[in-house]
């Protein structure tokens, strides 16, 4: 009897975590398959760029890459929209989110930011300086490799962030 107790007892423990476990609270945006497949593309364009910007840029062939850089540019603001656009829900448990974001490296998601959309935001302004700088003066090839660091780091939080939520 005294085991069948034990049971009877610990029975509404046992119920009370299997619908915890069951419960899916949101912690972050909605997963958007758009948005991380347009960073994947601006990646890819943006590391062709800096690829073919290697051994330093002469401000008199500017010209010839303008549209290069206007374009990614353009597509890395519309996808930063696109990120900030997302809802971040509200709930009690940000703070482990938080905590873990902060570990690997990424910024704490707050009620009105989305680390994904900063990273991007910085990545559009990031290739902004280097185009007004290789129209204005040209671009070392010690600039361009601190550029494409810069840039580098940005995507990795971007691509990781999106990549979280598709989880």
Known sequence: MKILLRRWNLAPWILLAA?????????APLYDKAILDGITVANREA?????????GLVKESHGARADTYNKLIGSLDALEIQAKA???PKTKNIVA???????RGLPAVTDDEVPSATAIGKISATLKKMRDTDH???VSATEVQAFRNQVSIYMDQAITYESFLER
């Open 86 to 88: 997302r809802p971040v």
């Open 136 to 138: 204005k003066q040209g």
């Open 19 to 27: 619908l915890m476990v069951g419960c899916a609270t949101q912690l």
């Open 97 to 103: 989110v938080n905590t873990w974001l902060e570990k």
């Open 47 to 55: 590391m062709t760029l800096f690829a073919s910007a290697s051994n």
